[in-house]
């Protein structure tokens, strides 16, 4: 059985996978995890990269939304059609203390690293 509740294809009953309307990456077409090929050298660098660019914007997404989350369940009391000078302060600082507090941890464990790498 499926993730979504169809059967997979190649399975013992030899039904197709019907249970998601959802196309794999790529369009349908093979990539190179599912053929087998193998991933060294120049190919293999860019999938890397790109896999460390987007593990990247997501550790930014995540800081965004941690960041929003925080700030607001801080500030803001019951949402309205605007927000009150104190509630607008409020969140200036709290979004400045945090950028502030992740700038001071990043560039800590960037002297640790460094420190390690000697």
Request: hydrophobic share 30%; aromatic share 6%.
């Amino acid at each position: 059985m499926g993730l979504f509740g169809g059967t997979v294809e190649g399975s013992s009953s030899g039904d197709s996978y019907s249970g998601s309307k959802l196309r794999s990456y790529g369009g349908g077409e093979t990539d190179s995890f599912s053929s087998g090929q193998d991933l060294g050298g120049a190919a293999g660098g860019d999938i890397q990269a790109q896999v460390a660019m987007e593990q990247q914007k997501l550790q930014f997404m995540n800081q965004v939304h941690k960041l929003n989350e925080t700030c607001w369940d801080l500030c803001v009391g019951s949402p309205s059609s605007s927000l009150s000078g104190r509630e607008e302060t409020c969140l200036t600082n709290c979004v400045d203390r945090f950028i502030d507090t992740t700038l001071l941890i990043t560039n800590r464990f960037a002297q640790l690293a460094q420190k390690m790498g000697r």
